[in-house]
């Protein structure tokens, strides 16, 4: 069975730090591109951050950039997301997705979806 295992979500303070991963297993994925979507509580999922196959290629939303981090292993099938100076709307659930290209994926053209991680940012 395919899967993306998110991990690492918790509760922070403002200004504080946090790192997800995302675990693959079932299939290797290495060759796909891989990212980040997060949804606040009545808003719409919205792309954060996103790789590509090699870890060359990185794509970020405006709302983090400078902030937050994404990175991949494959020889771990995994990836992750170092979020530095957290704002309170930062405070989200997180998914971990897949998909064939980045263009893909930041056209939310998803292969595969995690079951998603809460990070939630205090005042």
């Known amino acids: 069975q395919v899967q993306l295992v998110e991990s690492g979500g918790g509760l922070v303070q403002a200004g504080g730090s946090l790192r997800l991963s995302c675990a693959a297993s079932?299939?290797?994925?290495?060759?796909?591109?891989m990212g980040w979507f997060r949804q606040a509580p009545g808003k719409e999922r919205e792309f954060i951050a996103c790789?590509?196959?090699?870890?060359?290629?990185?794509y970020y939303a405006d709302s983090v950039k400078g902030r937050f981090t994404i990175s991949r292993d494959n020889a771990k099938n995994a990836m992750y997301l170092q979020m530095n100076t957290l704002k309170t709307e930062d405070t989200a659930v997180y998914y971990c997705?897949?998909?064939?290209?980045?263009?893909?994926?930041?056209?939310?053209?998803?292969?595969?979806w995690g079951q998603g991680t809460q990070v939630t940012v205090s005042s």
């Open positions: 997705a897949a998909a064939g290209s980045t263009f893909d994926l930041r056209a939310g053209k998803i292969s595969h």
């Open positions: 079932g299939r290797s994925f290495s060759t796909d591109a």
């Open positions: 790789i590509g196959w090699s870890g060359t290629a990185t």
